[in-house]
């Protein structure tokens, strides 16, 4: 098994890896849209999907796998009135995959968050 972090404060102070691997499998814990090198989150949804996203696929190639291997993603959204701003966001970064998804309306930890994004990838 290997452990992936990106040296996100997160993922020190609340005790996670970025990312497991485990034989052909990829779990990529929940990413939020923080541009990490500033510490800071755009107010824009669409704009904090594309930081997950860029975040998400970076953590895969290091780990050895590519969006295309993503056989599983959960959307957390904290409002549904967003899902028009963000659905061209995930439908781009998603093209290559299809993977099974799941999106759901729930709070998430900082009020400035308004998308997390988890995914599961399995390279065959």
């Known amino acids: 098994m290997r452990r992936i972090s990106t040296g996100s404060p997160f993922e020190a102070t609340l005790g996670y890896s ?3 691997v485990k034989g052909p499998w ?11 090198a500033a510490m800071a989150m ?18 895969l190639a290091e780990a050895g796998f590519a969006p295309a291997d993503i056989v599983r993603v959960q959307y957390t959204i904290t409002d549904p009135a967003i899902l028009d701003e963000i659905a061209p966001v995930l439908g781009e970064a998603m093209t290559d995959a299809l993977p099974a998804a799941t999106m759901v309306v729930a709070g ?14 399995l390279k065959e």
């Open 108 to 121: 998430l930890i900082r009020p400035e968050m308004k998308i997390e994004i988890e995914v599961t990838a």
């Open 26 to 36: 990829c779990f990529v814990s929940g990413t939020t849209g923080y541009d990490y």
């Open 42 to 59: 755009p107010d824009s949804a669409a704009e904090q999907a594309r930081n997950a996203f860029a975040t998400i696929f970076a953590t």
């Open 18 to 20: 970025r990312a497991v």
